[in-house]
């Protein structure tokens, strides 16, 4: 096996924007302008199947997360991947992360983390680039908190799509590194809301119904979003919170309504592109799923 962590100082490649880590010429940073949801997305919503495609998605991603003054990082990896979906196959990609230290002395992490990537033939502006964006709107709000009380890992995960590959990786780095991991946030697919009725569904396929503690906290995150629709609880468990849950850590899924129905048509598309997203959704959804991190943070 072979994993490499490194740090990535990314914006001195040339595609980066020449004023994300530098200071203005009166010795001043400069303005963070907030993320726009629309411009980012489809910027970002090209094919991310092959390597070369995936690393120009890695260099936006972590564009981004500079300009919040993270430090991105990289966790590459060439090795055999057994799960529930593979089955010793050797895989060579690379999680991109970064790290969002607590305010307060504290050894305990929550993650919050999308992936990607996508098949073959689709820009997977859904399917997962508005995963992505979300977990960056997430991160805009987090970094600006007075007091956090845990530590946050946002994470991006390579070849999703080919088995919960990276997120498999990337969770045994966290456990051989001893992380100590309270809750993952899985965020795949939630740029679709076909009957407008804003509802989301918790993918929670390792949790009896009753006295779910993500849905609880969910509920209450909804409570302080304002347009949410209904929190829906399922027992999906075909994403990335698979791989934590599958560690012993508690993990949810946050998406569209797949069992509800509302699911998108473009899934897996050539269509899948930023025209067939609802931003409105998208936006309302990540703010739950901030309100959510936030209150495991007070």
Same mark, same amino acid.
């Given at each position: 096996m072979r994993v490499t962590t490194k740090i990535v100082f990314l914006c001195l490649l040339t595609s980066c924007s020449s004023t994300n880590r530098r200071r203005t010429a009166g010795g001043e940073d400069p303005v963070r302008k907030p993320l726009d949801a629309e411009t980012f997305l489809c910027d970002f919503a090209s094919k991310r199947f092959e390597p070369e495609d995936r690393a120009q998605a890695r260099l936006r991603i972590a564009d981004r997360l500079s300009l919040l003054g993270l430090e991105p990082k990289m966790?590459?990896?060439?090795e055999e991947v057994r799960n529930g979906y593979v089955r010793g196959r050797r895989f060579a990609g690379?999680?991109?992360? %970064?790290?969002l230290r607590a305010t307060v002395p504290s050894e305990e992490w929550i993650v919050l983390g999308a992936h990607y990537d996508t098949v073959r033939v689709a820009p997977g502006a859904d399917d997962d680039g508005s995963g992505v964006t979300a977990v960056l709107l997430a991160a805009e709000r987090l970094v600006d908190l007075k007091v956090r009380r845990r530590n946050v890992l946002f994470a991006f995960f390579d070849q999703e799509e080919l088995g919960l590959v990276g997120s498999s990786v990337f969770v045994k780095f966290l456990v051989a590194d001893g992380r100590k991991v309270v809750a993952a946030h899985a965020i795949d697919m939630i740029g679709w809301d076909g009957d407008g009725d804003r509802a989301v569904e918790l993918g929670r396929a390792d949790a009896e119904t009753r006295g779910d503690p993500f849905v609880a906290l969910y509920e209450k995150? %909804? %409570?302080? +979003?304002?347009?949410?629709?209904?929190?829906?609880? +399922? *027992?999906?468990?075909r994403s990335d919170h698979v791989s934590f849950l599958d560690a012993g850590i508690p993990a949810v899924l946050i998406t569209q309504e797949y069992e509800g129905g509302d699911w998108t048509p473009h899934?897996? *598309?050539?269509t899948d592109t930023c025209a067939n997203v609802h931003f409105g959704y998208l936006t309302t959804a990540a703010a739950l799923v901030t309100n959510a991190v936030i209150l495991q943070l007070e």
């Open positions: 966790q590459s990896y060439d690379v999680n991109l992360y %970064a790290e995150a %909804a %409570a302080r +979003t304002q347009g949410i629709g209904p929190v829906i609880r +399922t *027992r999906m468990g899934y897996h *598309r050539k």
